[in-house]
Nanobody
Framework: QVQLVESGGGLVQPGGSLRLSCAASGSIVSINCMGWFRQSPGKERELVATITNTNTGSTIYTGSVKGRFTISRDNAKNTVYLQMNSLKPEDTAVYYC??????????WGQGTQVTVSS
């Protein structure tokens, strides 16, 4: 089993920044990719960004966040980050950290609320 714990959400004004963190523990060897997803009221959960645990650390971003969000990892700390800049009201959602193998995400965190509002 893998446990994922997110932190870093909160309220921010449009144009502001937040950094989310996701600390992984447990059977880390059972995951080779991690990602951030989000879900806002009335909408389905959507992928925001993913990163592999390989040496290259390949990343994928959904189109609406490209150029604004950056996913990164610290293997020594078993932690994945999501740096969010130039935040918009439409980024408001509950953000979930996920871990899995070959893009199949089996492990999920509890979620952290991000609210972008003036």
């Amino acid at each position: 089993q893998v446990q994922l714990v997110e932190s870093g959400g909160g309220l921010v004004q449009p144009g502001g920044s937040l950094r989310l963190s996701c600390a992984a523990s447990g059977s880390i060897v059972s995951i080779n990719c991690m990602g951030w997803f989000r879900q806002s009221p009335g909408k389905e959960r959507e992928l925001v960004a993913t990163i592999t645990n390989t040496n290259t650390g390949s990343t994928i971003y959904t189109g609406s966040v490209k150029g604004r969000f950056t996913i990164s990892r610290d293997n020594a700390k078993n932690t994945v980050y999501l740096q969010m800049n130039s935040l918009k009201p439409e980024d408001t959602a509950v953000y979930y950290c996920a871990g899995g193998w070959a893009a199949r995400y089996n492990y999920w965190g509890q979620g952290t609320q991000v609210t972008v509002s003036s």
